[in-house]
């Protein structure tokens, strides 16, 4: 049963900091062991990455058989169904759209000093993209990831997945082809991450490193992170369903349930200004899971993390939303945008009765790389500027040099940083 | 001397690989201390600031004396002189012009299939500036820290800055004033960040921590990152000019110095074609060294870690300079222009003769918080965008979520999660 708080008891600001602060993921000790595989990439390079591979994955390769050929992914392509390339290019062309319109702006403009100034924004030259291999591995995900750095204008998106026993997932090859990967290598683990950082004989480095992972994977990219850029390290999902009596509790419990399937570690809440509702919606939860395939998963999330907030008001509880800055929030009450209005901190919204989160991990549009763990307080999406990057630019002229000379000097005087009083004076013939 | 590299040489590759991938910064082991310190301020919260405070900064504070009062900023600004007054004022509007035409625009739109969607932009609720004490206290890092974040809407700016035996700096408490930083507290190191992220009971806890510190500073960002957002962690500062026959030398000189004077690990590069430029170059810094206040870290700098690169041709060594990816670009050309819009990766570009880096550091507007260490191949410098999130927005209707469905339950299928298809057809009445 998951635990109930309640807005109206004197233990509830104590029960909802217990809420926040609970420990959904246990952390392994796994950074020595890592360190130790990123200094054996850096130092023997492909052969390394070989000798890993058959170690983890249990697959032995070449330094010719480590990239995915054109004509095997040709083969996956083939392999899969015309409605799932379908729903594919779907998914692919929707994202697409959505993240064009997320390219920023140059600028450039001239102030009353006669200084010029602006911005101009480039595309990362080269992106690491990791997928996991076995259950993790969703073609979705690799759409998520490689579509934005594609719109973003990266010359070259490198797939990493690895393939356990040489199993592969045609579905993710076929997602690589239609997002346009440029290359796609056949390992995993933090000898992959090592590889994109630092670069082998047969795969160059890339710039940045995006892409879902377990802990060796998060730990090999917090290490690497300075050589590279990294993404966010993702957390266990979350949704938090925000709903009046006006909704369907089927609904409801279908959504908790999507979340809870991903994992036993993921966190489905509910929180409702009808007590009702609430009921009803623990009962359809567990009517529900006696039908689901991973009902073990999903029963564990729900039990061990879901919550149900009972409130008084929901406007008023704005607050409390705020602090838990849900990576989802589903909001179905009578008027959704005027709640969503309220709030501050989420990584996605869906408004309404017939937005479910599933639609926007597939096909809405919006990205599903969002950010876990209560760090929606500080943090975005993936989208198309986290593949790119800003370059500021100004340029002074002579009298514009000599209108910003005064300040810049005192300020230079003050930090007692005297050459770069200098650098402006010796340019104004004093 | 510096060292000087010939790219018609022979060893050319070899050479430019060496001073890319040269260590300017010995990494010192503190994150056991790091550790240590975080875990007791979370324990024991003011108790463990006041005792790091009194043994690092030999200054004996209680929970009252934390925090600097109003009346002391009021004295910190009357103790300023009005041309430093004045200099700050103009750094801090400029900073504000510039960073104002960076706020992003919010998103909504209709598509073909009705489902509408969008994102919305929302500032960080509280942030944390972290200000050095000692020599590297400067002001205008105040300002191009709290400027920002000021104009991105943060409502809670909360500065820390230590200050050792008591010792404070004027300017640096005007500038916090200027800038609208609405905490001060007298606190520094490990101790301040880890207050900053988790709380104290005089220091409500922020959602992100910025600004520049000494290493344990730095190893604390990476520690409370995840529990707070961070800026990137700055490694020493680094200049790379790039001159023809037209630049003058004695002010290529005052603008390597400027970047030298910094820090012994700070790095200034000339890129040129012109021979004689860079033997003109090389005789007019030893000659503006010996009039130099900071000479001997500037000298060590530039003897250290400067260097001369010669090259047959600017243009065709722009691949170079984004190897490189330079934190400050100078270019002196006869087309400044011209080069800068050839080159991809450079935290800031400043064109043209009369357009010394020293002036974008102080009042030029642009930010001068820049990615150091090659890492301009995958980040910007300092932004609002650092200070805001975004949202993304979805909303269907029946009819919409209906054309959705099929590519949306397709891939879930595909992916085997079953709840993720129900919650999609659920809605269908099928």
Chains 1, 2 share one sequence.
């Not at 309220?342 to 989160?357: K, Y």
Request: some cysteine; overall charge negative.
């Amino acid at each position: 049963m998951p635990i109930r708080l309640d807005d109206s008891t004197a233990d509830f600001e104590s029960a909802f900091r217990d809420l926040l602060s609970a420990k959904r993921e246990v952390s392994e000790e796994v950074d020595r062991v890592v360190a130790d595989i990123i200094a054996a990439v850096r130092e023997r390079g492909d052969a390394a990455v070989i000798d890993y591979t058959r170690r983890f994955d249990e697959l032995g390769l070449t330094e010719a058989t480590l990239r995915v050929p054109a004509a095997e992914i040709d083969a996956a392509v083939a392999a899969c169904s015309p409605a799932q390339i379908q729903a594919l290019e779907t998914a692919r062309d929707r994202i697409e759209a959505y993240h064009a319109r997320q390219k920023p702006q140059d600028a450039w403009f001239t102030d009353a000093a006669g200084v010029e100034s602006g911005w101009r924004w480039s595309a990362v030259e080269a992106v690491g993209l990791y997928v996991p291999g076995g259950t993790a591995s969703y073609p979705s995900s690799v759409l998520m990831n490689a579509v934005p750095a594609k719109v973003a204008g990266v010359d070259r998106v490198v797939m990493v997945a690895p393939t356990p026993r040489g199993e592969t997932n045609p579905l993710v090859l076929a997602a690589a082809r239609l997002a346009g990967v440029d290359e796609i290598y056949r390992i995993g683990g933090a000898q992959a991450v090592a590889a994109l950082a630092y670069g082998t004989a047969t795969i160059a480095p890339v710039s940045k490193i995006v892409g879902p992972g377990n802990a060796y994977v998060a730990a090999a990219k917090r290490r690497v992170f300075g050589q590279v850029g990294i993404d966010m390290i993702a957390g266990p999902s979350e949704v938090l369903i925000v709903a009046d009596a006006t909704a369907n509790p089927d609904w409801i419990a279908a959504d908790l349930l999507a979340q809870a399937e991903h994992d036993a570690s993921a966190q489905s809440i509910l929180m409702t200004d009808d007590a009702a509702l609430a009921d009803q919606v623990e009962r359809a939860v567990e009517a529900q899971l006696r039908t689901l395939p991973r009902a073990a998963i999903a029963g564990k999330s729900w039990s061990d993390f879901g919550a149900i907030l009972l409130v008084a008001d929901l406007e008023a509880s704005v607050p409390l939303i705020d602090r838990m800055a849900p990576e989802h929030l589903e909001i179905m009450t009578a008027e959704p945008e005027r709640l969503s209005g309220l709030i501050r901190n989420a990584g996605a919204i869906f408004l309404g009765g017939h937005t479910p989160e599933a639609v926007g991990d597939y096909v809405g549009g919006p990205n599903h790389v969002l950010p876990t763990a209560r760090s929606a307080r500080f943090s975005s999406g993936l989208g198309v500027l986290d593949f790119m990057k800003r370059t500021s630019l100004l340029k002074c002229g002579p009298e514009s040099l000599r209108a910003l000379a005064p300040a810049a000097a005192a300020l230079a005087e003050a930090e007692g940083l005297h050459a770069h009083g200098r650098s402006v004076t010796i340019r104004l013939n004093l």
